[in-house]
């Protein structure tokens, strides 16, 4: 199974050699069908990239369609310099609104010269990607987001390292507060690895108990509050070895939004408690969330996947 590092990588791969565009065809006649009962109250949202290609051969229709499965709000994946993947960026915004979808938040991973996909940060580079942050967040002004979330982990070997890259966050913090955004830190599974701090080597003897913190927990205690928040993947977290109800619970303050997601569509795996936690967003006054899918697994379409994770999310009972 792909995982969202590979298609991003892909995906850059097919913009640069311009394949993308018409290339998905992949819908079928299956999701021309009958329209789930939709509610007015419920404000489902949609990570992108959970379409993948598909979305690409036909963006308006594609985006009536989701408004029909009952999604309403959209976060961005594909954004690279004022374009949404290989569409103007503003036409896409007038899309969305056409089919009465908005755009709430984009994920955005930092590019500077000859670096098409920064994964390592040095301090050297340290006013190129503020200045990456500036013209972007100026972008995401316009298409009139609330949030800019990076989405994958720069390179944290060490402790030190990782405490470096809070550095560049709470940077990108600063520069999209500035603004009127929202800047948050989005989740996988290598966030929840342990470094262990300079000194702390042989601080513990028991092997029962892991040595070290996760770097999830190095983000959130060495970023400003005031300019970085968090992005709970609740999948991820799990695939992690973590609990994410209990991170919703610790960190009331610091997590803003979260990405709904399971193995594939909602509620199937029984790896999550959807209810718990969609309960504790509301307790901590959540209000956007993405449902996101990876490539479907059972050959059907990712639109048919997104389609039958709406379903779930409008008949729960637990979400409102
Ligand atoms: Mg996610």
Redesign the pocket.
Known sequence: MSNRRDFLKNASLLTASGLLAGNAGTMNAANAGAAPVVSAKKKLGL?IYSLQKELYDNVPKRMKELKEMGYINLELAGYNKGKITDVDMMEFKKMAEDAGLKIVSSHVNPTIEGIPFLMEYKRDIFSQVSDYWKQTVADHIKLGCKFLVQPMMPMCRTYDEALMVCEFFNEAGKICNEAGLIYGY?NHHMEFQRLIKPGDENKNQNPWIPIGDQIQDIFIANTDPSLVCFEL?VY?AVRGGNDPLEYLKKHPDRIKAV?I?DTAILGQSGLLNFENIFKQMYKNSIQDYFV?LEQMPDGRTQFEGVKDCAAYLEKASFVQ
């Open positions: 990570q989005h993947d991820w990405h997601k996101e």
